[in-house]
């Protein structure tokens, strides 16, 4: 049984108001980490050598950017649901850009060498309809890798980072962006998100196989890689 969460509307709504200064709090919020987090996520995809690659949820372009400046001669493309959003991407340079939903992709069976989604696959509706739209848009052993928030499972870690994610976190971005609603939201969508072990028996429910968890950060973000079943 799936937990209940957000409604898309209310998410792409949330991604609209704060668009604008998407980035900045990122790299504010993170302390510069995302930075680093997108850094493993490009070492990752190295050997994969793609040259079709798809950025589902690609937000401001972050990850896409990064994949697209270390691997030229790969194609890659960016969706998402927020027009905004992709406004943004654009602003930062990624040329192919397509406003689709990830649980929805407007693309065929087996086009990809690779698909990727950052801090996206969390604020999806169903993250099995999610996970299995990109297993059907990626080729046979085609490679997935999913970057995204988790819990630290140190007990030590865990209460000080949910005392940073519900009680600082908030009163920050609230400040950046006037949105401290958007924020409280986040905390309570990492609290639902399932992370290692449990997020690699979903990746591979949803028609991967090898699925693997590279926690980061003292476990506070983790990458999720594996192969198209
Ligand atoms: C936290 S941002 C991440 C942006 C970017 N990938 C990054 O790493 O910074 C989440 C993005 O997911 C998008 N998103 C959420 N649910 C989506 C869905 N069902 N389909 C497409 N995009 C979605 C939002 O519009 C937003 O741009």
């Known amino acids: 049984m799936e937990i209940q969460k957000e409604k898309p509307d209310s998410v792409r709504d949330l991604f609209s108001t704060i668009a604008g200064r998407y980035q900045v709090v990122n790299h504010l919020l993170s302390g510069g980490l995302d930075f680093y987090w997108r ?9 994969w050598k793609p040259s079709r690659l798809l950025d589902v949820a690609t937000g401001s372009g972050d990850l896409a950017s990064a994949i697209g400046k270390n691997f030229p ?8 649901f927020c027009r905004p959003m992709l406004e943004v991407a654009r602003r930062n340079g990624l040329a192919e850009l397509v406003e689709a939903n ?38 046979p052993g085609g490679h997935l890798l999913i970057l995204d928030f988790s819990l630290p499972t140190l007990p030590v870690i865990r209460p000080l980072y949910r005392f940073y994610l519900h009680r600082i976190l908030p009163i920050i971005a609230g400040l950046a962006t006037g949105r401290a609603d958007a924020y409280e939201y986040l905390g309570g969508s990492i609290e639902l ?10 990746i591979d429910s949803c028609g991967f196989r090898e699925a693997k968890a590279h926690p980061l950060t003292l476990g506070t973000v983790s990458v999720y890689t594996a192969t198209r079943g």
């Open 193 to 202: 998100f399932p992370s290692g072990k449990a997020m690699t028996s979903l």
């Open 73 to 80: 001669g790969c194609r890659v493309i960016g969706a998402d």
């Open 39 to 47: 850094a493993v996520a490009v070492r990752l995809i190295r050997p």
């Open 102 to 139: 990830g649980m929805n992709l407007p693309f065929p069976d087996s086009t990809f060498d690779a698909v990727t989604a950052a801090f996206g696959l969390r604020n999806m509706a169903s993250w099995q309809s999610g996970l299995s739209e990109m297993a059907r848009v990626l080729k």
